[in-house]
């Protein structure tokens, strides 16, 4: 399984953010710069984790973002299950129907379900917090005062 650079984005601005105090605001920009990301790709990615109740957007003079809730609070399961657009590993696990011709004998299909839940299920143990356990280092790595 691989997630896409738009999970990775995501999972990266989480990360920037809870790596400062809950309230304190973040811009694109600066986010975009402690990890050498374009603004444009990160700006897609925010308006997702906004509109997926993540982060806290803020307009305006002054405004940023921020997170919604606190890091013990975030999920990263369950981040990833919003984030992620594509779960189909293989032909067979599309909507349609399958161009495999080994399909209704193959137990490969049921194989690597299993491994997609089990991936899932490991993500689901953590939530933001613990990825972000010490966030002096990340403050420190990412350059944020």
């Not at 304190?24 to 990160?42: P, Q």
């Not at 109740?53 to 919003?82: C, M, S, W, Y």
């Amino acid at each position: 399984m691989r997630l896409t650079n738009y999970t990775d984005y995501s999972l990266r601005v989480l990360i920037y953010l809870a790596s400062k105090p809950l309230d304190e605001l973040s811009t694109i920009t600066e986010i975009a710069e402690a990890y050498g990301i374009s603004r444009n790709h990160l700006g897609k990615v925010i308006h997702e984790l906004g509109t997926s109740g993540f982060i806290d957007t803020i307009r305006g003079r002054g405004g940023g973002i921020k997170l919604a809730a606190p890091p013990k609070e975030i999920n990263i399961g369950k981040v990833v299950r919003q984030i992620e657009d594509d779960f189909k590993l293989v032909a067979c696990f599309s909507d349609g129907p399958s161009t495999c011709v080994i399909t209704p004998v193959c137990g490969l299909k049921h194989a690597l379900n299993r491994a997609l839940n089990a991936y899932l299920a490991v993500l689901d143990e953590y939530t933001l917090a613990d990825i972000v356990h010490n966030p002096l280092d990340y403050q420190k790595l990412l350059g944020i005062k």
